[in-house]
């Protein structure tokens, strides 16, 4: 049982409509694949982009919220990530690392919110070296929150975290 509404403050997830717009294109191409079955190199194209738009449909419609504030069991804000894989609540000593970046790709300036998460095994105080090979990378875009990045970094900071903002 998920009791995790009762816990979140603030969440984020792709929205409905994007999703829901996902699985009408993945229809969309199924049944357009079935018109060009003359050809075979259309009908197998159209018909892989039709189930991928359709998976990934069903993807963004189901896991969610990918991103929540949640309180964990000692009363602190916690990070809470849902994945395909499975649900994950990060209390805050076992975040390394928050950061909000920028890069320019195809002519534009894109963003991702970056968490590395310390495994349960590791120890919390970073090595010597400074480097750490002992945490998870959780990247989030704006497609995956379905926000402004630099609202989810604001609600994070109220929260509490620590978010270096790397923008340019």
């Not at 039709?50 to 991103?67: D, H, I, K, M, N």
């Not at 894989?85 to 991702?112: A, C, E, V």
Request: proline content about 5%.
């Amino acid at each position: 049982m998920d009791n995790f509404a009762d816990l979140s403050t603030h969440e984020w997830a792709t929205p409905r409509p994007a999703g829901a717009a996902l699985g009408i294109g993945g229809v969309f191409l199924l049944v357009a694949a079935v018109f060009v079955a003359g050809d075979p190199a259309g009908l197998v194209l159209m018909g892989a982009a039709g189930l991928l738009l359709l998976a990934f449909s069903a993807y963004a419609l189901t896991v969610r919220p990918r991103l929540a504030i949640a309180t964990a069991a000692d009363g602190q804000p916690a990070i809470f990530v849902r994945t395909i894989g499975g649900s994950h609540t990060y209390p805050r000593d076992r975040i390394d690392r928050i950061r909000l970046l920028d890069f320019r790709r195809i002519g534009r300036r894109t963003g991702q919110l970056e968490f590395d998460f310390l495994h349960d095994d590791a120890a919390p105080t970073p090595p010597a070296d400074s480097l750490r090979d002992d945490t998870r990378l959780v990247v989030f875009s704006r497609w995956d929150l379905g926000a402004d990045l630099a609202t989810v970094t604001e609600k994070l900071r109220r929260a509490g975290f620590v978010v270096e903002d790397l923008r340019k």
